[in-house]
């Protein structure tokens, strides 16, 4: 996946820039708590090639509890999950999702924790993606909400309606969640008004 999430803010891609923190209480939780020890998160950089090759085996060399795993920082801000949906590591992405099943609080920190000054999270984030394996292990494995919003109130199908990438998780949203369509952000724009405008003509046919 490219950096799209990453873009400088312009009037065409402010959508996906802020959270909506009004209704997300799980997301403000989650920052409040990151916040508050950010003199305490652990930053390294020597992981990011092992990621980079999706290379679990030698992640659990280092030996990272599940704790540790959710305080890691990267560029950019980033947490572990992040780097991974953002490097396209399809097999740290599904083994985070395994080593997090029943641990709610961590596995709510990775998910929701937003990694930059957009406030994006990783469940934001894979809506940019086409990798069917990724979307699968944050959405269904990780049980990720559905109705997490940003702050001007666009919801995950808001998101991928934007992009060439968001083709695959709509149609995943749709088969899977049987998601509203129609559901419209504060300035009653909808999912189709997106993809009009950013010009994904693939994600209008799928959205008309």
């Not at 996946?1 to 873009?7: C, E």
């Not at 990272?64 to 959710?70: D, G, Q, S, V």
């Not at 985070?96 to 999270?121: P, S």
């Not at 808001?158 to 559901?183: R, S, T």
């Amino acid at each position: 996946m490219g950096s799209v999430l990453d873009a400088p803010e312009t009037p065409q891609n402010t959508s996906l820039h802020q959270p909506y923190n009004q209704n997300n209480s799980m997301i403000h939780e989650v920052n409040k708590n990151s916040n508050s020890e950010i003199n305490t998160l652990l930053r390294t950089d020597d992981l990011i090639p092992l990621i980079e090759m999706d290379d679990v085996a030698e992640l659990d060399r280092r030996s990272y509890n599940l704790e540790e795993l959710a305080t890691l920082r990267f560029a950019k801000d980033m947490n572990i999950l992040n780097l991974a949906i953002d490097k396209e590591a399809v097999k740290i992405v599904q083994h985070l999702a395994r080593k997090l099943k029943g641990k709610e609080t961590l596995k709510n920190q990775l998910l929701y924790y937003r990694y930059n000054k957009h406030g994006i999270t990783s469940v934001h984030q894979v809506m940019a993606t086409g990798n069917k394996a990724i979307l699968e292990a944050v959405l269904i494995e990780m049980e990720a909400d559905q109705e997490v919003s940003l702050e001007d109130g666009n919801k995950l199908v808001h998101c991928a309606a934007q992009f060439y990438e968001g083709f695959l998780p709509l149609l995943f949203l749709i088969e899977k969640f049987n998601v509203d369509l129609d559901a419209r952000d504060a300035a009653q724009g909808s999912a189709l008004h997106f993809a009009v405008t950013e010009g994904e003509h693939k994600n209008v046919e799928l959205l008309i």
